[in-house]
């Protein structure tokens, strides 16, 4: 068979794919009334690979019926081959816009179930690299957003900020975005004696960055008009569709994991979590803009905190943590937890855990089940993005095309931490 | 507003619905109720609405697969579980709960009632179950697959799945390759 031939063998045999929607549109839709129309996989606005199928009257939205998928890469099947320390640079791979967040979520699984604890100096480090790419996540969701409805010199701005922050992530673990620098017990190697100041004049640059890019949004017109009654989801409704994160803090549901389960010494901080109150698009906007000026306020606690927090900064418990390689050239032992972990690893009990943190998008949560041997039964990951999408349609209903956009900026999606 | 203190959720479900817990685990500070599933659209009603319990946030709905590659399913009840993790946003706490189900003795896939009446969030937390590890959630309004293509066969996420790699084709075995690329050919 040619190829042609198959092609037109395929297009012969083709039912037409109306009949799988067909519980899924409106009535209209088969009589023709209103439009299919896909929006997708290849859309600059839709933040990576997402298809909508639209049904439209006109311009306005009557069904959306979001399909996901494309990104799949089979992460959690893959995180179940490998053993627990070599899983954590799969879990870079999902929210690329967030690694340490998923490093920190895996990890904190996997010393739950193991029983490991965390030295109180490496979970200092861990919050300045969450709070870090908390950050970073918000500049690319920020100019990303705001290109979406035509402000183009944000994203550029936004872009710049963001580069000195993974220019930071590279001097700690050597890369710019997967540097899996959250390890099972603590994190890889110390900072570099170069790291706290560069910080330091971050923040202190940081917070007049924030005030130029709200100068040139929050109170422009054209920004209002596309956001202000755009995607308004209640705060009950929000809730039983699983949003988290600021989208849900944007309808005034003030939940926020740091606060509500503090992990990594979260409570020691004095931080606000910012609230919307219409949880329309501008809503969630605002409160992403306050979290990043409280962001600054949280590292600039852990700065204070780093040079008398206790231990080291990575657990000293050798059955899972390698031991430094200073070590291997004259301790006998040393070599040997270096050969087992490399080689085989650690194992973990025949039990489960769920842990949740929360990311710059909402909760992501790890669920892991161990086997009793050195590599999981299971890895499921709750993310964020996954249920944001779901509630799309919910939110775009009734509006126009444009104004789509505008929700699927607003929901801060990334395609790779939905489809995994 | 006067609010009902927090109450034991395993007390709780085995008082009001006798035979519907069949177990509960206790690990790393974590509870499970393991349920029997024909009892788990009343548990999940009675947790999310009785005052003291009020479950109201569906987490994650995850489905493991207890399949031994040496054979078996080790002492398990069943091959298959399914986990909902659910959070009380009132009393601030979290519950897993677990029904174990098995495949039909025809080789059907395994049944479980739909929640999304109870919790809307599990529709596409279904959808990836029953996409990935081949367990059917009844009642669920939407039964397409999720995340992989209409047309793929089997359930990945089944332990009894292969990883998979794609064969790097040498002259020696590429007719064997080809066997599978039906479309590859000209």
Avoid at chain 1, 306 to 313: I, S, V
Wanted: net charge negative; glycine share 8%.
């Amino acid at each position: 068979m040619t190829a042609n031939s198959a092609l037109e063998n395929q297009a012969t045999e083709w039912v037409g794919s109306l009949d799988d929607v067909k519980n899924l549109v409106t009535e209209r839709a088969l009589t023709g009334e209103t439009m299919l129309l896909n929006m997708g996989p290849h859309h600059p606005s839709t933040h990576g690979v997402l298809r909508l199928l639209l049904e439209l009257d006109g311009e306005e939205i009557i069904t959306c019926l979001p399909d996901i998928g494309f990104l799949h890469t089979g992460i959690e099947k893959t995180i179940e081959s490998k053993s627990y320390e070599k899983g954590v640079t799969c879990t870079d791979r999902m929210d690329y816009l967030a690694p340490m967040s998923n490093n920190a979520a895996f990890c904190m699984a996997v010393e739950k179930l193991v029983g490991l604890d965390v030295p109180e100096r490496a979970q200092v480090m861990r919050v300045i690299c969450l709070e870090l790419t908390r950050i970073q996540s918000h500049l690319v969701w920020l100019g990303t957003h705001a290109i979406d409805l035509g402000a183009m010199s944000v994203f550029l701005y936004c872009f710049r900020e963001r580069e000195k922050i993974l220019d930071l992530f590279e001097m700690i673990s050597g890369q710019r975005m997967m540097g899996s620098y959250i390890r099972p017990g603590g994190v890889w190697r110390d900072f570099p004696k170069e790291f706290v100041p560069t910080v330091e004049a971050f923040l202190d640059d940081f917070p007049r960055r924030i005030d130029d890019y709200e100068l040139l949004l929050t109170t422009n017109p054209l920004w209002l008009d596309r956001t202000q009654g755009i995607g308004v989801i209640e705060p009950d409704v929000a809730l039983a569709w699983g949003f988290s994160g600021p989208s849900l803090r944007g309808s005034g549901v003030n939940w926020d994991i740091r606060k509500a389960m503090p992990y990594l010494g979260y409570e020691n901080y004095q931080f606000d979590v910012p609230l919307g109150e219409h949880g329309d698009v501008y809503d969630r906007y605002l409160c992403r803009i306050h979290e990043m000026r409280e962001c600054v306020k949280i590292i600039r606690q852990t700065l204070k905190r780093l040079p008398e927090a206790k231990g080291g900064f990575r657990s000293d418990n050798r059955k899972f943590t390698p031991p430094p390689r200073s070590e291997l050239g004259h301790s006998m032992e040393a070599v040997i937890h270096h050969f087992k972990l490399w080689t085989e690893g650690f194992n973990a009990p025949d039990q489960e855990v769920y842990v949740a943190i929360e990311s710059p998008r909402g909760e992501i949560g790890c669920y892991l089940h161990g086997t009793g041997g050195n590599k999981p039964r299971r890895v499921h990951f709750k993310t964020p993005s996954f249920m944001h999408i779901q509630g799309i349609p919910l939110m775009s209903e009734n509006h126009m095309i444009a104004d789509l956009v505008a929700i699927i900026g607003s929901v801060d999606i990334v395609l790779g931490d939905c489809d995994r | 507003m006067q609010i009902k203190p927090a109450i034991d959720p395993i007390e709780a479900v085995s008082a009001a619905l006798p035979g519907a817990l069949h177990s509960v685990v206790q690990y790393a500070g974590e509870t499970t109720l393991v349920v029997e599933v024909a009892h788990l659209l009343k548990v999940v009603s009675y947790v999310r609405d009785t005052a003291g319990l009020i479950y109201n946030y569906l987490s994650d709905i995850s489905a493991v697969d207890y399949y031994e590659p040496t054979g078996g399913i080790g002492n398990r009840p069943a091959r298959f579980a399914v986990n909902y993790h659910i959070y009380s946003m009132l009393y601030n706490r979290r519950l897993r709960l677990k029904v174990y189900v098995d495949e039909g003795d025809d080789g059907s896939k395994p049944v479980v009632p739909s929640i999304v009446k109870v919790w809307p969030a599990g529709n596409w937390l279904e959808r990836e179950a029953s996409d990935m590890m081949g367990i059917v959630f009844e009642g669920n309004p939407d039964q397409r697959r999720l995340l992989m293509p209409d047309d793929w066969q089997g359930h990945p996420h089944r332990r009894d799945y292969p990883l998979g790699y794609e064969t790097v084709q040498f002259s020696f075995n590429v007719e064997e390759i080809m066997k599978h690329k039906p479309f590859a050919k000209d």
